[in-house]
Structures are given as structure tokens and as C-alpha cells.
């Protein structure tokens, strides 16, 4: 074993002891929080946020950070405060960081953290995607936020984000195609709202009445949508087992 391995090796065995006050117990053999989770700006989420940040750089993926900071995020034991800097830290980085995975990483633990797979979804996840997908210059974090809307338990507030961006409104997105993307932001975002049951059907119809749609092509659809009664699906989501 080399030294830089031995190196990462005992950093990463820093950053799991760090993190002892600040994740949740899981399955009963994992790191516990004590009866007071830290408080905000406490060491403990600082320690979580740089293992997270430090893990995609190392091997672009995130394990640990990623499993951790959803325990906080919606476990029963952390507290408000600790969940709230975790949350502010998670929004910086999704849309100051330098490293592109980084940022993506950084909103979907926010989506999952909100979404219909957990027991127990985090409320008021919404504000800060919208935040992060206004403030981003990374169409990669974008066409993340819009992949994944479907997933969030808070569904209206979901359909009235990917309506906005149906519209364009505030969006430094309007006519252009984001990463990995074959179509319009506008028009992803209104396919997005058709596999979103009836929040999404409720506002591809507003939508329509208000003849709010601009971009072309994401009129067309919504046009050949209103023709066929707007159909919809509701893609599912697989649940997950809380965190104990």
C-alpha cells in the first residue's frame, strides 16, 4: 500500500469518526447520533460536506457522503439546525463548485432527500432546487433537476417549478439545449410534467389555457397534448427503507 493510498485511507477514517454527531444510526451497527445532533455550522456537517466534495474529486462518485447525508437529511434524530446547514452547504455547492459531478451530486441528494422513495421525505426541498437551477451555469445540474422533479413527494410545488420552466420564467436556459440533452429545456420540462400524474396534468392544462408556452417546439407538444385530452402517466418511484 503506498503512502498517498495509506494517506486517503486514514482522511477517510477521520472524516467517518467526525462524522459521529452528525448521522443518524443505521441499521443498527452504523455511526449513531448522540441525543443532541450539532448545531449549525458545527464541525460535524463542515466534516460531512468536505468528505462528500472529497470523494467525487477522488473517485467521482460518492458513497459515504452521499449515504450519510441523506441519514441526516431524513432521519428522526438530527436536528433542524444541523439539517438546515447540511442543506445550505449542499445548495453552495451545487452551484458554486468547480467540479461539475460535484455539483450534479450535491442537488440529487437534495431531490432524493425530498423525493417519494424515503419513508420519510424531507419537506421544503423545492425553494432551494428552484434556487439552485436559477443561480447554476451547469446545464449538466439542470437537465439533473428536471430528470428527477418527478421524484419529489412535494408534487405541486414540483409541477409549478417545471411549469416555470416551461415558460422561461427567469431562465438563463430559454432556446438553448442543456447537457446530455436532444431537446429545449421548455420541452423537457413539459415531457417531464406528462409522466407526473395529475400535478402534471393539472399544469400542462393551466399551462394551456393561459397560452403561457413560448418555445416552439414545447408549444407544439403541449398543443398535440390538449388534442389527445392531455394523457399522462405517473412514473414511479421505488420506496427505500428509512433510516433508523
Known amino acids: 500500500m503506498t503512502d498517498a493510498t495509506v494517506k486517503r485511507s486514514t482522511s477517510l477514517q477521520h472524516g467517518l469518526r467526525g462524522l459521529a454527531t452528525a448521522v443518524v444510526c443505521a441499521f443498527g451497527t452504523a455511526v449513531c447520533l448522540p441525543a443532541q445532533a450539532p448545531a449549525q455550522g458545527d464541525p460535524g456537517v463542515r466534516e460531512l460536506l468536505a468528505l462528500f466534495d472529497r470523494e467525487i474529486r477522488e473517485t467521482h462518485v460518492t458513497r459515504a457522503g452521499r449515504v450519510y447525508s441523506i441519514r441526516l437529511l431524513t432521519g428522526q434524530a438530527a436536528s433542524p439546525a444541523a439539517r438546515d446547514s447540511l442543506l445550505d452547504g449542499l445548495e453552495r455547492l451545487a452551484v458554486a463548485s468547480d ?30 432546487l428552484e434556487r439552485i437551477y436559477r443561480g447554476t451555469g451547469s446545464g449538466y445540474v439542470r437537465r439533473g ?35 446530455g440533452g436532444v431537446d429545449s429545456p421548455r420541452l423537457e420540462a413539459l415531457r417531464e410534467l406528462a409522466v407526473m400524474g395529475t400535478a402534471g ?8 389555457r393561459r397560452d403561457a408556452v413560448r418555445d416552439p417546439l414545447a408549444r407544439d407538444f403541449l398543443r398535440q397534448l390538449a388534442n389527445r385530452g392531455f ?14
Do not use: K, N, W
Open 99 to 128: 467540479h461539475p459531478q460535484v455539483a450534479f451530486f450535491a442537488a440529487e441528494v437534495m431531490v432524493e432527500a425530498g423525493s417519494r422513495e424515503q419513508l420519510r421525505p424531507l419537506a421544503g426541498i423545492v425553494p432551494r
Open 201 to 208: 396534468r393539472d399544469a400542462l392544462m393551466d399551462l394551456h
Open 145 to 179: 433537476i428536471r430528470g428527477r422533479a418527478y421524484l419529489l413527494a412535494d408534487r405541486p410545488s414540483a409541477a409549478r417549478l417545471l411549469a416555470s420552466i416551461a415558460v422561461g420564467a427567469g431562465s438563463a436556459d430559454a432556446g438553448q439545449v442543456d447537457f
Open 231 to 244: 394523457p399522462v402517466t405517473d412514473r414511479p418511484a421505488v420506496p427505500r427503507l428509512a433510516p433508523r
